[in-house]
């Protein structure tokens, strides 16, 4: 694509690829800018990786670099559902699906994390448009994840998922009042809550 092209040859001309260690530039600081524009007032740093694994990565250790902060240095394990994808590094892959994720390759060197079930699958209302949402489903999953929240709160440093479409998993979409519950039970047991956007783009869902 030769305006692809152009715009490559025209930013190493100014700013070659460089690591943030301790080093800036403009085309950094000026996406940063326009992110936060758009983000809650609340939310004001960024950390910039250079792919969707390193970026979970960060997210798991911050998560982790809180617990001690928090005087709960023991909180080492992640909760997530399972279908999902977040990368093929160690800790990504640690979260991704447990048969989708090869950790029977794996075992014994690949961290042991919680897995809930999926959540159901939404059927998509053919005049609105909008994810529908099954009641029964509903309450049978929240149940399985206020188990497995309360067995296992002590290790529990924080929760990922794919929010509302899991991609790798078979472009699946769930109701978003799914998200909901989990930020709920997150609030109660005092755990973070990591939304892997990396294939659905930031702040989408």
Known sequence: VPELDAAARDQLASMSHVM????????????????????????T??????????????AMKMALQAGVVDGRPTRTRFLTVRGGYHGDTF??????DP??????????VLPEHVFAPLPPHAPVDPVTGVPVSDPGALATWRESVDALFAQHRPDLA????EPLIQGAGGM???????????REACDRYGVHLIHDEIAVGFGRT
């Open 20 to 43: 943030f260690g301790g080093l800036t530039h403009a085309p950094a600081i000026g996406l940063v800018e326009r992110l936060l524009a758009i983000t809650p007032a609340h939310l």
């Open 45 to 58: 740093r960024a950390f910039l990786a250079d792919s969707g694994s390193v970026s979970v990565e960060v």
């Open 91 to 96: 800790s990504p892959m640690s979260v991704t």
């Open 99 to 108: 048969v989708g994720g090869m950790h029977s390759l794996f075992r014994g």
């Open 158 to 161: 924080a929760v990922i998922v």
């Open 172 to 182: 699946r979409m769930y109701h978003p009042i799914y998200l909901k519950l989990l």
